[in-house]
């Protein structure tokens, strides 16, 4: 009982990291993210006074370096151009704040399972996208649920405007954004842990958790089929690949035959929901817009990809703005949603290059903490600049969260 009200407040605290959500009795300005942040400061003191020595490695202190000098751009793009949009200028806090935040979930991991690995970190990343699926269901099919919520945290009448399934300060595409990197995560875990792939259990909980996150989370924002194709085309990849000589091994039969029967399992459950529950198919119609316009009329699009490609790709009209940019973020001044354009618009070609290289140094950078990490890397940075291409937003809790939990290399 006690080891199940443990896991159960981590996960609460993961969900409050990964989800940062605001309190209806606390001030707006305040969020989870920022308590767990305050929080982490506490925690890295006392580990400074305990062990006498600061733990920050060198990629944590580089990516700091690179926030800042993003942040510096931001500023001199601003002040430029005469305007006070400090959206970027300040992403130095926005990079402190993740990190103090990982640091206080690892802290917290770390006094529950003693060592914080990757599977473990994985585990209840999994499992908070899983229970974030459950609750938006509930939120939208029991009011009681719904007011109970909404009575606690913020977002959920904005969120209701426009009749979008939401969970607990997970919604819209920030929420696809997180889905998909807990979906390559989970993707990592079954492709390259042996473990995980030697032990049926744990390949089922990961395979369970990998197609639940992909059909609900898909019907909370369709940004997640992002990640559960490219973590899908990993599986896959690592299921196919032979050993020498041509066999299969013990472990990628396992892995083949529970992966195939839970896929045959979802299918079939999904179709006799979908024809049983009118709301059921409203929300699968949703998340999989794109496949029922294909197969209904031949072309693969939906009603946010269309507005995206018609309306929403603005450029900057003269030189000067290309390459320092206007100093005014896009999604403000010309309703464009689309990270490059509001990247381009706001700091330039030259901010735009700053943050991408930011990115990129970051997940290549795990691949020395992380045994056979380098392909997750590539996807991490492939899911970067795919979502980019629809919404502006970062990925950079995950790597907060890795640069803070314990390698598995030796010379980390």
Known sequence: MRRIVSVTLLTILVSFFIFPVGFTFLPDSLNSKMILAGTGILFFIYDLLKDRTVRLSHTTL?????????????LFSTTANGTTDNTYVTYWRSFATWML????????????????????LTRFMAIVCVCQ??????????SGVKRFVDSIFVGGEYFSRYLRLYGIGCALDPAGCRFSVVQVMIAHQIATNKDVRNSTK????FLLAFITITVIGSMISRTTMVGSALGLGFIVISVFRLRKGGFISKDQFRLFLVFFLLIITAITVTVGVYRA??????????????FFTWAETGEFHTGSTDTLMQLMWIWPNDPRTWIIGSGRIGVFEWGTDIGYCNFVLYCGLIGLVIYSGYFIYNHLSLNGKY???FITSLLLIALTFIIWAKVTTDIFFIDALLFCIDGDKRNE
């Not at 699926?133 to 029991?142: E, K, M, P, R, S």
């Not at 744990?202 to 909980?205: C, E, I, P, T, V």
């Not at 529950?277 to 794109?290: A, D, K, Q």
Request: aromatic letters at 18%.
């Open 101 to 120: 935040g990982a640091y206080a979930v690892y802290f917290l991991l770390r006094q529950h399972s003693g060592k914080v690995d990757l599977c473990t």
């Open 371 to 373: 045994q056979n990490f």
């Open 202 to 205: 744990s390949l089922l909980q």
């Open 277 to 290: 529950s009118s709301v059921f198919r409203s929300y699968l119609r949703f998340g999989f817009e794109g």
């Open 62 to 74: 580089i990516s700091g370096f690179i926030a800042i000098v993003f942040s510096a751009w931001c």
């Open 133 to 142: 699926c459950v609750i938006a269901l509930l939120i939208d099919n029991i």
